[in-house]
């Protein structure tokens, strides 16, 4: 919305065209989502306590979760909002991809909302059946992956990249057989719910979100911009680098939520903010053909994921359980770690993970 202020602006002073650069508007982004989340938080959570929207805990969890219960959530909506209001402030608003973007949040937003607020009105940790989630995610999905599928404008929008591989040595259109619509809708609907099973103890899931999205403006300013993408080896994508914006007001949002959601937590995202966030990078992969540095980055949440499959597989199959609990950091507080050291260490694990993304910058 600035940026068209900005432009007026240029007429009476040549120099307010700095605010039409990307590197000032990622850190304006960041900055406005930041101060947002830091100004209204303390209201929320004020305003969560007094209606009473708190947290229930799992009967069957690790009993030190009990000085949770009632702890404010659905923080999330307040996540959403410094997005949306940061995207519409500083990212250009005749880019496809913002309002795609825009639109998956809300969409995935209210799929969590409606599941918090079954956990609310039924008093327990189970809102929404898995059955009603998951077919609501799945048209939520579907509706983005239709989107980007009808505005492809080459076909280095449908490209399958492989890290550390060069795009002219081996590179594949997911047209072929039609396996775009699925590809993308398996990694928007996976990342959501992955990153909804990570966020189970405070600050797990939002920092990996946090440091991902950082290495997602990278990678969406050089997919975008054709002299990075001609230089680094990346197919162009016209328009993605306006992603970069989107990605930095996650980075804002999420540390501000930080500021709040630290051991001990003062107020939770709830299913309103982890299957939103989730699928915001899960999008943002889609659109500058990175998902399977996705999965490299997100390699906690896949592993989080991954061990509730196994713990069920293993139960359904065998009757017996792999982990003590699932998803797994569960099952390293029942073996006696402390909740800081798991949250920590897990970071530790995303920060070496996003930095061999990273290297795949140069590394091809």
């Known amino acids: 919305m600035l940026i068209y202020l900005s432009q007026l602006l240029m007429q009476l002073d040549p120099q307010f065209d700095v605010f039409l650069s990307h590197a000032l508007r990622i850190v304006l982004g960041v900055l406005t989502s930041l101060m947002i989340m830091l100004l209204l938080g303390p209201y ?10 708190g947290q229930f805990v799992r009967s069957d969890g690790p009993q030190s979760h009990l000085v949770k219960e009632g702890t404010p959530t659905m923080g999330g909506i307040l996540i959403l909002i ?3 209001v940061s995207t519409l402030l ?13 639109l998956g949040i809300w969409l995935f937003g209210l799929i969590g909302w409606r599941d918090d607020y079954a956990k609310v009105t039924k008093e327990n940790s189970k809102g929404m059946s898995a059955k009603r989630k998951f077919q609501s995610q799945s048209i939520a999905a579907f509706i ?3 989107l980007l599928y009808a505005t492809n404008q080459s076909a280095n929008d449908t490209l399958l990249i492989i890290p550390f591989i060069k795009p002219e040595i081996f590179s594949f259109d997911l047209r072929t057989w039609h396996l775009y619509p699925i590809f993308a809708y398996l990694v928007i609907v996976g990342t959501s719910n992955a990153v909804n099973l990570t966020d189970g103890l405070d600050g797990l899931a939002i920092v990996p979100v946090v440091m991902i999205s950082g290495a997602l403006i990278i990678f969406s300013y050089v997919t975008g911009i054709e002299f990075w993408s001609d230089r680094l080896l990346f197919p162009h994508i016209g328009g993605a680098a306006e992603l970069s914006i989107f990605c930095a007001t996650i980075v804002g949002s999420g540390l501000g939520f930080l500021w709040f959601n630290t051991h001990p937590a003062q ?10 966030l989730g699928a915001a990078i899960g999008i943002v992969a889609v659109c500058v053909r990175q998902e399977l540095l996705l999965i490299i980055m997100g390699g906690v949440f896949v592993t989080e994921a991954l061990s509730v499959i196994v713990q069920v597989l293993s139960y359904k199959l065998r009757g017996k359980r792999v982990f003590r609990m699932a998803p797994i950091h569960h099952h390293f507080e029942l073996k006696g770690e402390p909740e800081a050291r798991i949250v920590v260490r897990f970071w530790i694990i995303t ?14």
């Open 44 to 53: 929320m959570i004020s305003y969560l306590n007094k209606v009473r929207l």
């Open 82 to 84: 410094s997005i949306s």
């Open 90 to 102: 500083w990212a250009h608003l005749g880019n496809r991809f913002v309002w795609i973007a825009l």
């Open 144 to 146: 983005i992956v239709l």
């Open 267 to 276: 107020i939770f995202m709830g299913d309103i903010g982890s299957l939103a």
């Open 351 to 364: 920060v070496i993970l996003v930095l061999v993304a990273l290297a795949s910058l140069k590394i091809r």
